[in-house]
């Protein structure tokens, strides 16, 4: 079935360490999004691309980064993960933006 | 920054009864939709409505769309225990910015 991975669901990673979450899709869609959420919040978008053409959030801390290789997959790395970035990371796609969007299943992180 | 906000926070119910929720966003709009969360898990798109649309039915859902109040309902019928989740609105702008902004979402409990 067409759908997106994310993986890991689960990460633990030290304060400052860097870590990497990764998302791939195998429904071809051209727009791939990362948003963090926290707890009882909504959805924060943090950036987008469409196909390689990448789209920041003005609000998206430059801790944040992220590559997207090819139309399958994209990455999130952090680069010094402080407390305050524990949160759920959901990544999501659309044929074009605005529409529809398709959701992984997210990967939770904990930073110690 | 928030787009919308859904009324109410949470909401309990009996099982076999309708859910109403509601969400009201601040700019003009292309389309509107609903997402479903399970806990801990990724959204699920429910329904799309267009800004020319007033109305639109799948299943058991019923959502309405108010451009002049810059407001939606959703109304869950003949609830079930399956439908405990959070449920968020989310609005395209009408300027056509490839991203969609999630309200703050309702918490819903179907007590069985």
């Known amino acids: 079935d067409a759908m997106v991975i994310q993986n890991p669901r689960y990460q633990v990673t030290q304060f400052g360490k860097p870590v990497t979450l990764s998302c791939s899709q195998t429904?071809?869609?051209?727009?791939m999004y990362w948003y963090q959420q926290k707890s009882s919040q909504a959805p924060k978008l943090l950036f987008h691309?469409?196909?390689?053409?990448?789209?920041n959030e003005a609000d998206t801390p430059d801790n944040f980064q992220s590559r997207r290789p090819n139309t399958s997959f994209c990455f999130l790395d952090i680069r010094s993960p402080g407390l305050g970035d524990a949160a759920m990371y959901l990544c999501a796609t659309s044929t074009t933006g605005g529409e529809t969007q398709y959701f992984g299943p997210g990967t939770r992180l904990l930073v110690l | 920054s928030q787009q919308g906000e859904e009324d109410p926070q949470a909401l309990s119910i009996q099982e076999g009864e309708n859910a109403t929720m509601n969400c009201s966003y601040k700019t003009s709009i292309n389309n509107l939709q609903w997402y479903r969360q399970n806990s801990g898990r990724g959204l699920v798109h429910l329904i799309l409505?267009?800004?020319?649309?007033r109305e639109k039915h799948s299943g058991r859902l019923r959502v309405t769309l108010d451009t002049s109040k810059k407001s939606s309902s959703l109304l869950i019928t003949a609830s079930r225990a399956a439908d405990t989740a959070s449920y968020f609105c989310a609005t395209e702008e009408d300027f056509g910015n490839e991203k969609l902004t999630f309200g703050t979402g309702t918490r819903l409990t179907i007590i069985p």
């Open positions: 429904l071809n869609h051209n727009v």
């Open positions: 409505i267009r800004s020319n649309e």
């Open positions: 691309y469409y196909d390689k053409d990448f789209n």
